[in-house]
């Protein structure tokens, strides 16, 4: 079988045009992976997301422990069967659900016992337990099992909850083992530290990974912070290894990362902000709800080919939102999924061009113009 393996292409300052081989298919990057968190891209068909552009999803290890459990989906072929994705999937340890969702929540040397959100059942997650359900799920990109304190916390909490991490990411290496055409990713914790990021790294680095997270970001600290962060962390990192931001974020965050070397992102934003009738553009963000775009006849983004802008008004999306439409959240979801490949796209091709800079300029200046004028 084909092995995983990334390839740096081209470099343009910090930010980084590559491509991920695995033998499901390519990932481009810098890439987008839009959030399949229990098996499904909410308000979308797998085939509507590949139109977006999308090379590879992400699923969740915790979600679907709970729902509906590993060994079922194993039992019915693996995950890319179950929800019909033939192309690479990704999926996260459990380990920032488990933080963030679970109740009655124990953390100990071994892992972590915890309540289920769903139905109160009892459950624990251990390194090896979290290499065992993503063998299960069949993941092509399995993450290191890690444990992710929220910001602001003290550094002393911090340190103790990166090495602990680090305990957790050899174990995570050693239960992984050897699957060709499968890969491992460690997960950078530290905070905003720049001390404890070079001492994670230096730990990861000599585990050694298939890739490397920057994790414990977008986790209440605020843009600036990250973007302080992501100046440093990501150049602790092997060259050779795709470097991965985990849960980020609004298109500037993502603009943001990209010129500071980071090579692949996730968030469940796009899809979300479609079902509550939000849309990212080129000029910002559109709610669609406001009572302006009831006689509106123009797309959403005039240059945006989407269906959403290509076939409906601003006017027929406003009213399907009003009256409760399931094709609202629908018709937005693809047009904001669109929107972040385009992105995507439009960074790879600038990186490729030695462009990088003007292209960021230019997203700024068209996001300061904001949304067009109501006729």
Same mark, same amino acid.
């Given at each position: 079988?084909?092995?995983?393996?990334?390839?740096?292409?081209?470099?343009?300052?910090?930010?980084?045009?590559?491509?991920?081989?695995?033998?499901?298919?390519?990932?481009?990057?810098?890439?987008?992976?839009?959030?399949?968190?229990?098996?499904?891209?909410?308000?979308?068909?797998?085939?509507?997301?590949?139109?977006?552009?999308?090379?590879?999803?992400?699923?969740?290890?915790y979600?679907?422990?709970?729902?509906?459990?590993?060994?079922?989906?194993?039992?019915?072929?693996?995950?890319?069967?179950?929800?019909?994705?033939?192309?690479?999937?990704?999926?996260?340890?459990?380990?920032?659900?488990?933080?963030?969702?679970?109740?009655?929540?124990?953390?100990?040397?071994?892992?972590?016992?915890?309540r289920?959100?769903?139905?109160?059942?009892?459950?624990?997650?251990?390194?090896?337990?979290?290499?065992?359900?993503?063998?299960?799920?069949?993941s092509?990109?399995?993450?290191?099992?890690?444990?992710?304190?929220?910001?602001?916390?003290?550094?002393?909490?911090?340190?103790?909850?990166?090495?602990l991490s680090?305990?957790?990411?050899?174990?995570?290496?050693d239960?992984?083992?050897?699957r060709?055409?499968?890969?491992?990713?460690?997960?950078?914790?530290?905070?905003?530290?720049e001390?404890?990021?070079?001492?994670?790294?230096?730990?990861?680095?000599?585990? *050694?990974?298939?890739?490397?997270?920057?994790?414990?970001? $977008? +986790?209440?600290? #605020?843009?600036?912070? !990250?973007?302080? =962060? /992501?100046?440093?962390?990501?150049?602790?990192?092997?060259?050779?290894?795709?470097?991965?931001?985990? *849960?980020?974020?609004?298109?500037?965050?993502?603009?943001? $990362? +990209?010129?500071? #070397?980071?090579?692949? !992102?996730?968030? =469940? /934003?796009?899809?979300?902000?479609?079902?509550?009738?939000?849309?990212?553009?080129?000029?910002?963000?559109?709610?669609?709800?406001n009572?302006?775009?009831?006689?509106?006849?123009?797309?959403?983004?005039?240059?945006?080919?989407?269906?959403?802008?290509?076939?409906?008004?601003?006017?027929?999306?406003?009213?399907?939102?009003?009256?409760?439409?399931?094709i609202?959240?629908?018709?937005?979801?693809?047009h904001?999924?669109?929107?972040?490949?385009?992105?995507?796209?439009?960074?790879?091709?600038?990186?490729?061009?030695?462009?990088?800079?003007?292209?960021?300029?230019?997203?700024?200046?068209?996001?300061a113009?904001?949304?067009?004028?109501?006729?």
């Amino acid at each position: 079988m084909e092995r995983f393996s990334y390839e740096l292409l081209k470099t343009d300052g910090k930010a980084r045009r590559g491509v991920i081989r695995t033998p499901r298919g390519e990932i481009r990057t810098p890439a987008f992976m839009p959030v399949g968190t229990a098996a499904t891209v909410k308000a979308m068909m797998p085939e509507s997301v590949a139109a977006t552009g999308a090379d590879v999803l992400l699923g969740n290890t915790y979600h679907l422990m709970l729902r509906p459990t590993a060994e079922r989906i194993h039992r019915l072929g693996g995950l890319h069967r179950f929800m019909n994705w033939e192309k690479p999937i990704l999926t996260d340890s459990g380990g920032f659900q488990v933080m963030s969702l679970a109740e009655l929540r124990k953390l100990t040397e071994h892992g972590v016992t915890f309540r289920s959100h769903i139905d109160g059942s009892r459950h624990e997650i251990t390194p090896e337990r979290s290499m065992e359900i993503q063998k299960l799920l069949g993941s092509d990109i399995v993450m290191a099992f890690d444990e992710c304190p929220a910001l602001p916390a003290t550094e002393e909490r911090v340190a103790e909850s990166m090495r602990l991490s680090m305990r957790w990411a050899q174990r995570s290496r050693d239960a992984f083992g050897d699957r060709p055409g499968h890969a491992l990713f460690g997960i950078q914790q530290g905070g905003v530290t720049e001390g404890l990021r070079g001492e994670s790294a230096e730990a990861l680095t000599s585990i *050694g990974f298939d890739g490397y997270a920057v994790g414990g970001l $977008a +986790v209440g600290e #605020g843009q600036e912070a !990250m973007f302080g =962060v /992501l100046d440093y962390a990501p150049d602790m990192l092997p060259q050779d290894k795709p470097r991965y931001l985990m *849960g980020v974020g609004k298109p500037d965050d993502i603009v943001g $990362a +990209v010129k500071r #070397g980071i090579d692949m !992102m996730d968030c =469940v /934003l796009p899809s979300r902000s479609g079902r509550t009738g939000q849309a990212w553009t080129r000029r910002g963000q559109v709610n669609i709800k406001n009572a302006r775009h009831a006689d509106d006849p123009r797309p959403l983004d005039e240059a945006c080919n989407c269906p959403a802008c290509r076939n409906y008004s601003r006017a027929y999306l406003h009213h399907v939102f009003r009256a409760g439409e399931m094709i609202s959240g629908m018709l937005l979801t693809w047009h904001n999924l669109h929107y972040y490949q385009e992105l995507m796209q439009g960074m790879r091709d600038a990186i490729d061009a030695g462009a990088f800079d003007s292209f960021e300029r230019e997203f700024h200046t068209q996001r300061a113009l904001g949304d067009i004028d109501p006729i």
